[in-house]
C-alpha cells in the first residue's frame, strides 16, 4: 500500500470532540479533538482569512473545493501563528493516505507515528462509533494501542475488510461516504517557531 503525504490536521486539545463521550474505548485519533480551533476567532480577519484557506480553496466560477489537510508550511505556520496568538492549546497530526487529492510536498519535520486508523474523509464519527458498539469488532478492541488506533497496517486492513462488509449488508455506517486507511503520525509544536 502506497502513502501518500497529505498534510496536517490541527486539533484544539481542550475541546474533546462531543461523541466522544459516547464511545466505549480510549480514543485520541483524527477526529478526537476539534480540528477548527481558529473557527471561535472568525471576528478577527487574521483568523477569518487563515480559517478560510485551512479548509476550503477556490477553483474558480465561484466554487470552492472542501480541503481536509494542511498540505503547505506558509499556511500551517500562520495558522499555528494565530493559534498560539490566542493561547490556543494544539495537537499537530501529519495524515498519510492513498488519497492523492492534497499532498505534503515539503520537508517533513520529526513526527512519531501513532497509529493507523480507517475513517471516513471529510473527517467524521461514523467509523470509530460504530466500531465503539458493533459486537462483531469487539475482537479488535486488543488490537488498538493507547491511542486507539490500530499499530500494524496488517490489523487495520482486516478491520477495514470487516467494516466494508457489514457496511455493504447494511449493519452499519449512515449512507454513502468515502473511507481510507490514514498513517497518521504526532508532531510536536516545539519545531514550530511562529
Not at 86 to 98: A, C, M, Q, V, W
Not at 100 to 107: K, T, Y
Not at 117 to 132: G, H, K, N, R
Not at 170 to 185: A, K, L, N
Request: hydrophobic share 35%; net charge negative; with cysteine.
Amino acid at each position: 500500500m502506497k502513502f501518500n503525504r497529505n498534510g496536517f490536521v490541527i486539533q484544539q486539545t481542550d475541546l474533546p470532540a462531543i461523541w466522544l463521550y459516547e464511545l466505549t474505548i480510549n480514543y485520541h485519533g483524527i477526529s478526537a479533538f476539534t480540528d477548527s480551533p481558529l473557527i471561535r476567532y472568525e471576528r478577527y480577519t487574521e483568523c477569518r482569512v487563515v480559517q478560510k484557506e485551512a479548509w476550503s480553496r477556490d477553483i474558480g466560477n465561484g466554487l470552492y473545493e472542501e480541503l481536509n489537510f494542511i498540505s503547505n508550511s506558509d499556511l500551517l505556520y500562520r495558522y499555528i501563528g494565530q493559534c498560539k496568538r490566542f493561547n490556543i492549546p494544539l495537537r499537530l497530526l501529519f495524515i498519510e493516505s492513498e488519497m492523492d487529492a492534497q499532498i505534503w510536498s515539503e520537508p517533513l519535520p520529526e513526527m512519531k507515528f501513532i497509529g493507523y486508523e480507517y475513517c471516513e474523509c471529510p473527517f467524521d464519527s461514523q467509523v470509530i462509533t460504530d466500531f465503539s458498539w458493533h459486537e462483531p469488532f469487539q475482537k479488535y478492541r486488543d488490537k488498538l494501542n493507547e491511542y486507539g488506533l490500530f499499530s500494524t497496517l496488517e490489523d487495520t486492513q482486516d478491520f477495514k475488510m470487516d467494516y466494508d462488509k457489514a457496511f455493504q449488508e447494511g449493519i452499519i455506517g449512515d449512507g454513502e461516504m468515502e473511507t481510507y486507511i490514514f498513517r497518521v503520525s504526532e508532531v510536536s509544536l516545539d519545531q514550530f517557531k511562529c
